[in-house]
């Protein structure tokens, strides 16, 4: 994985809900510095002189309390614990809510070239974003070949050899109402240890497809902003692959197929392909019924007990009518 320093957390366009807004103020020289961990740290115990277990590999962030704290101990010329606080390799400290640092503690810091950052965001609010946005930098990451798209809410990545129709079964769907996330290369992170998110492994290049005979197209152009969207969840592993007559496919549907992805189990079909079947329907049909599983009705294994307790239900009748009929003997 590419190393992610300070610099690269600056360039990051952000924007909305996951903008950071932080400039330097301070300690430029140390904006190639590595960021290694995506989680953060309030130094108030450091700042006081206790530096047992001090985690400075982390990105430190100064809130009020720290602010005036520093403040206070600028004015009084008592700097030794600061000093010492940024003798450690510390990748960047980010002051919140607006604050700013003295004169005194940004000639420390840029002596020991540690970046001082700033943000207009609250402490509250700057901690929440950071985390989602470091957590899905450091997130497991792998590439995946084939077509994301979202059906009916559902993120689907659906999979299969060059020429089984893919992006046309994609395009078929995007006609239809539904977006697409990525053609061809699809960058999958594991984010939290519990959910995979897709999006392109190019952005510059996500929303546009290969079509054989007809070449590339930009979706966004063709069918405007509603038609794609940056990254979504994928929920439904779709496999596309030539009908094979000596192959025996899933009827019922009731066996709980999944495909292993960076360790978390997706659910999976494997539909295959043959003229006269529209694959599209059958996708958009596979979205909704995942949706019905995610709120607790399984149409297969429905239909299997609605079955059984109708074989059961049979069995007795006709036990009881032959009882009946040897009675009457």
């Not at 600061?82 to 002051?95: A, G, H, L, N, V």
């Not at 930009?218 to 592993?237: M, S």
Request: proline share 3%.
């Amino acid at each position: 994985m590419k190393k992610f320093t300070v610099l690269d957390l600056l360039d990051l366009d952000l924007k909305e809900n996951d903008a950071l807004s932080l400039k330097c103020v301070a300690g430029r020289q140390g904006l190639g510095k590595e960021i290694t961990l995506s989680y953060l740290d309030r130094p108030g115990l450091a700042l006081i002189g206790f530096f047992d277990d001090f985690t400075y590999q982390r990105i430190q962030i100064f809130g009020k309390r720290e602010s005036s704290f520093i403040q206070k101990m600028e004015k009084e010329n008592n700097l030794e614990n600061i000093e010492k606080f940024f003798s450690y390799q510390i990748p960047c400290c980010i002051f919140s809510t607006g604050l700013h640092p003295g004169e005194k503690i940004k000639a420390i810091a840029s002596k020991a070239q540690c970046p001082l950052l700033e943000t207009p965001l609250s402490s509250t609010e700057l901690t929440r974003r950071l985390a989602r946005i470091l957590g899905a930098v450091f997130a497991p990451k792998q590439t995946i070949y084939g077509v994301l798209v979202e059906v009916y809410g559902i993120g689907i990545l659906i999979q299969g050899k060059s020429g089984v129709g893919k992006s046309e079964t994609a395009l078929e769907l995007i006609e239809r109402g539904h977006r697409l996330i990525a053609d061809d290369i699809v960058e999958v992170r594991n984010v939290y240890g519990n959910s995979l998110v897709g999006r392109g492994n190019n952005q510059q290049l996500a929303h546009h497809m290969e079509i054989r005979g007809l070449g590339i197209i930009n979706i966004t152009h063709l069918y405007g902003v509603g038609a794609v969207r940056d990254q979504k969840e994928i929920q439904l592993v779709v496999n596309l692959e030539e009908w094979d007559n000596n192959k025996e496919y899933n009827r019922l549907g009731t066996d709980d197929i999944t495909t292993d992805i960076l360790g978390i189990q997706i659910p999976s079909l494997v539909i295959p392909v043959k003229p006269g079947r529209n694959i599209p329907i059958i996708i958009e049909t596979a979205a909704m019924n995942e949706r019905l599983k995610s709120m607790g009705y399984f149409s297969a294994k429905e239909f299997n007990r609605r079955s059984i307790q109708w074989l059961e239900a049979k069995n007795i009748s006709s036990f009881y009518n032959n009882e009946h009929k040897f009675g009457e003997e």
